[in-house]
Nanobody, 124 residues
């Protein structure tokens, strides 16, 4: 089992930056893949970024490629999402996810462990 707690959300103007953090607890977190998803009002949960356990594989949604960066520090059981050049359409609740080798990074139903979410609001 892995427990995840996100932090770092807030209100920012378009073009600004935010850094989201996800603190993980539980045994063997360093063996778990991790990802970020987001959900805007009235929409489904959308893939944002993911990284596998040893950082050898990283994937991004096309909509955030070149603007967002996922990273992890296994020594600190921490995953971060650096978000730059934010746009109003990035407004959503952002969720951290984790699992042992999910069948697909891109589908939320393949990830078992989730944080409670943190709100990101980008004003125009």
């Amino acid at each position: 089992q892995v427990q995840l707690v996100e932090s770092g959300g807030g209100l920012v103007q378009a073009g600004g930056s935010l850094r989201l953090s996800c603190a993980a607890s539980g045994r063997s977190f360093s063996s778990y893949d991790t990802g970020w998803f987001r959900q805007a009002p009235g929409k489904g949960r959308e893939f944002v970024a993911a990284m596998n356990w040893n950082e050898s594989k990283t994937r991004y949604a096309d909509s955030v490629k070149g603007r967002f960066t996922i990273s992890r520090d296994n020594a600190k059981n921490m995953v971060t999402l650096q978000m730059d050049s934010l746009k109003p359409e990035d407004t959503a609740v952002y969720y951290c996810a984790s699992d042992l080798s999910p069948r697909s990074f891109y589908r939320s139903d393949y990830w078992r462990f989730w944080g409670q979410g943190t709100q990101v609001t980008v004003s125009s």
